[in-house]
């Protein structure tokens, strides 16, 4: 079975902030797919980043940057310099290599206050 | 580039009466679909997912079914809502596995459903 575990329910930091959002997998599949996902209060989930399990380097994009470690099942998700645009709700999820099913934690709710 | 709708965006219904959200996928062919669901609490639940025409794959047993009568075409329904059933739903697309966009579920705007 796998699972995905967000434990920050809530993040609340001051805009300029860093801040790193968790998550961890558990999977049997050798091949899988890690995602994160924003949702913005309109409720629509925005597509941010797809990881390979076989592909751990790290990627960054402008101010999202996201480290992939599969010694702790980890994959976690920064945000340099927050901006009030990026309060949303954050989930990760994890795709096996053989099917087409996500599994989604329970997401991480960031508020970024002016 | 490919695109996703559905409808309506919004919905209020009485227990009892019928339900019909509709979703299509623009751009691609043979993609695979799915109907998820958030209820309070934000936790997403897969209800049905779907590899081609008239092919369903229900997750979770329930007042709802899902039908595909076109390859882009996704449809969520119900014969009679229960109050339970109240929820953000969302359908969505990925490619074929193994595939560019084969891993990649794309997401519509989702259809908020008040039972009352």
């Known amino acids: 079975a796998q699972k995905v575990t967000q434990a920050q329910t809530e993040i609340s930091v001051v805009e300029k902030e860093d801040v790193t959002l968790d998550c961890v997998y558990e999977t049997r599949d050798t091949t899988y797919y890690l995602f994160w996902y924003k949702q913005p209060p309109s409720g629509e989930l925005v597509f941010l980043i797809r990881r390979n399990s076989f592909d751990e380097q790290n990627e960054i994009s402008g101010r999202y940057s996201w480290n992939f470690q599969k010694s702790t099942s980890s994959f976690n998700f920064t945000i340099t310099a927050s901006q009030v645009v990026d309060s949303a709700v954050y989930f990760c999820?994890?795709?096996?290599?053989?099917?087409?099913?996500?599994?989604f934690g329970k997401g991480t709710l960031l508020t970024v206050n002016p | 580039s490919q695109t996703i709708h559905q409808w309506p965006a919004t919905l209020v219904q009485p227990v009892g009466s019928p339900l019909s959200l509709e979703c299509t996928v623009e751009?691609?062919?043979?993609?695979?679909l799915y109907w998820y669901r958030q209820a309070a609490g934000r936790g997403l639940q897969l209800l049905f997912y779907s590899v081609g025409i008239g092919q369903i794959s229900s997750e979770v047993p329930q007042n709802l079914s899902a039908s595909r009568p076109q390859d882009r075409q996704f449809i969520l329904s119900s014969k009679k809502l229960l109050l339970s059933d109240s929820g953000f739903y969302l359908c969505a697309w990925s490619g074929l596995l193994g595939t560019g966009t084969g891993n990649t579920i794309y997401f519509g705007e989702g259809s908020w459903l008040t039972v009352v």
């Open positions: 999820a994890l795709c096996g290599g053989s099917n087409y099913k996500l599994t």
């Open positions: 751009g691609t062919s043979n993609p695979n």
